[in-house]
């Protein structure tokens, strides 16, 4: 199968798997947020194994001289400047916080879907198990916030129809991140493993800032348990999955 290839049906299937979490809500609401915080703790793990497992010794195995530790943190500062901006323009009355949270989430969620299928692209590039472990770990934490994106919407007054219009076009920006980064390949080869590096500064901010206070902020000691064990099996799985896949390299 060609490069090309896995890079698109990859892209899709993180797309379409990410749309499985506002869908669940829209069909069974106290379903989707009784298992929303097992999953982003489950989440926080995949994006914290593929970080440090998977992306970083890629990027430090590259050949290329190239400070990771650097593009790591210009990612987490990167997408902390970028939650700065939503929550500031978010502030003001409730009437208002639900009308300006809209373009707010429509645009955050483009971008980031974007960026999930530039990740998915460049990691393909440089091998197919990496390429499926990043997707594993895009469509693990995407579950959790569309469930979260979903809600928000719907409780800004707009109907159930064009929520999920609206997310599924958004998600399918992965596809034109990953078809881009195909196409531009080698312009960007020399600065695959900036990206892989900035792109695990994403995982690990999205895990530790987004995530994981979630398990803190939970009151209810069984089911911070549980979630505590979903975080620790989300990190085994990724380090599993890499195992069983290093043998494809």
């Given at each position: 199968?060609?490069?090309?290839?896995?890079?698109?049906?990859?892209?899709?299937?993180?797309?379409?798997?990410?749309l499985?979490?506002?869908?669940?809500?829209?069909?069974?609401?106290?379903?989707?947020?009784?298992?929303?915080?097992?999953?982003?703790?489950?989440?926080?793990?995949?994006?914290?194994?593929?970080a440090?497992?998977?992306?970083?010794?890629?990027?430090?195995?590259?050949?290329?001289?190239?400070?990771?530790?650097?593009?790591?943190?210009l990612?987490?500062?990167t997408?902390?400047?970028?939650?700065?901006?939503?929550?500031?323009?978010?502030?003001?009355?409730?009437?208002?916080?639900?009308?300006?949270?809209v373009?707010?989430?429509?645009?955050?969620?483009?971008v980031?879907n974007?960026v999930?299928?530039?990740a998915?692209?460049?990691?393909?590039?440089?091998?197919?198990?990496?390429?499926?472990?990043?997707?594993?770990?895009?469509?693990?934490?995407?579950?959790?916030?569309?469930?979260?994106?979903?809600?928000?919407?719907?409780?800004?007054?707009?109907?159930?129809?064009?929520?999920?219009?609206?997310n599924?076009?958004?998600?399918?920006?992965?596809l034109?991140?990953?078809v881009?980064?195909?196409?531009?390949?080698?312009?960007?080869?020399?600065f695959?493993?900036l990206?892989?590096?900035?792109?695990?500064g994403f995982?690990?901010?999205?895990?530790?800032?987004?995530?994981?206070?979630?398990?803190?902020?939970?009151?209810?000691?069984?089911?911070?348990?549980?979630?505590?064990?979903?975080?620790?099996?989300?990190?085994?799985?990724?380090?599993?999955?890499?195992s069983?896949?290093?043998g494809?390299?």
């Amino acid at each position: 199968m060609s490069t090309l290839l896995y890079i698109l049906i990859f892209s899709f299937l993180g797309s379409v798997v990410s749309l499985i979490g506002g869908v669940l809500l829209l069909m069974r609401e106290k379903f989707a947020v009784r298992i929303s915080h097992f999953l982003s703790a489950f989440a926080a793990g995949t994006l914290l194994g593929t970080a440090f497992f998977d992306l970083l010794p890629e990027s430090f195995e590259s050949g290329v001289e190239v400070n990771i530790f650097f593009w790591a943190v210009l990612g987490i500062l990167t997408f902390f400047l970028l939650e700065r901006f939503i929550h500031h323009h978010g502030h003001g009355s409730e009437q208002e916080a639900k009308k300006s949270v809209v373009p707010l989430i429509v645009v955050g969620d483009t971008v980031h879907n974007f960026v999930d299928g530039v990740a998915i692209a460049a990691t393909f590039l440089i091998s197919v198990p990496l390429g499926i472990v990043t997707t594993l770990a895009v469509a693990a934490h995407e579950i959790p916030q569309e469930i979260g994106d979903f809600g928000l919407l719907l409780n800004s007054g707009m109907k159930a129809g064009r929520v999920l219009l609206i997310n599924l076009f958004s998600s399918l920006t992965a596809l034109l991140g990953a078809v881009l980064t195909y196409l531009y390949r080698d312009n960007l080869e020399g600065f695959l493993p900036l990206i892989l590096s900035v792109t695990a500064g994403f995982f690990i901010y999205i895990a530790l800032a987004n995530l994981v206070p979630e398990i803190h902020n939970n009151d209810n000691q069984k089911v911070a348990f549980w979630e505590t064990v979903m975080l620790f099996l989300g990190v085994l799985v990724v380090y599993f999955v890499i195992s069983a896949l290093e043998g494809i390299r």
